[in-house]
């Protein structure tokens, strides 16, 4: 079983900043690429960012420059550091990993999601 358990979300004031967190857990032999997607209401999934194992980063155009993805690849978690928050911004984000299970096979994972509102 592979489980992945996000923190990080809540509310705050536009210009403000949060930290996202993912940690991976369970039968896990390497985690080649993890990121995160959002899910604003009444709009689709985006991809906000990812990372691979090697550190090789992605980001949305809208988000550049203002989030940066990193990752322990020791204890298999991926963060999401969010600065000069926007009200745009505000979603639910879930973190989402690729696995390589112990016993083989390459699976998709998601998070729970986490609340990101961007409000004053």
């Known amino acids: 079983q592979v489980q992945l358990v996000e923190s990080g979300g809540g509310l705050v004031q536009p210009g403000g900043s949060l930290r996202l967190s993912c940690a991976a857990s369970?039968?896990?032999?390497?985690?080649?690429?993890m990121g995160w997607y959002r899910q604003a209401p009444g709009k689709q999934r985006e991809l906000v960012a990812t990372?691979?194992?090697?550190?090789?980063?992605n980001y949305v155009d809208s988000v550049k420059g203002r989030f940066t993805i990193s990752r322990d690849n020791a204890n298999n978690t991926v963060y999401l550091e969010m600065n000069s928050l926007k009200p745009e911004d505000t979603a639910v984000y879930s973190c989402?990993?690729?696995?390589?299970?112990?016993?083989?096979?390459?699976?998709?994972?998601w998070g729970q999601g986490t609340q990101v509102t961007v409000s004053s």
């Open positions: 990372i691979s194992s090697g550190g090789t980063t």
């Open positions: 989402n990993a690729v696995i390589l299970r112990i016993g083989g096979g390459t699976f998709r994972y």
């Open positions: 369970g039968s896990i032999v390497s985690i080649p690429t």
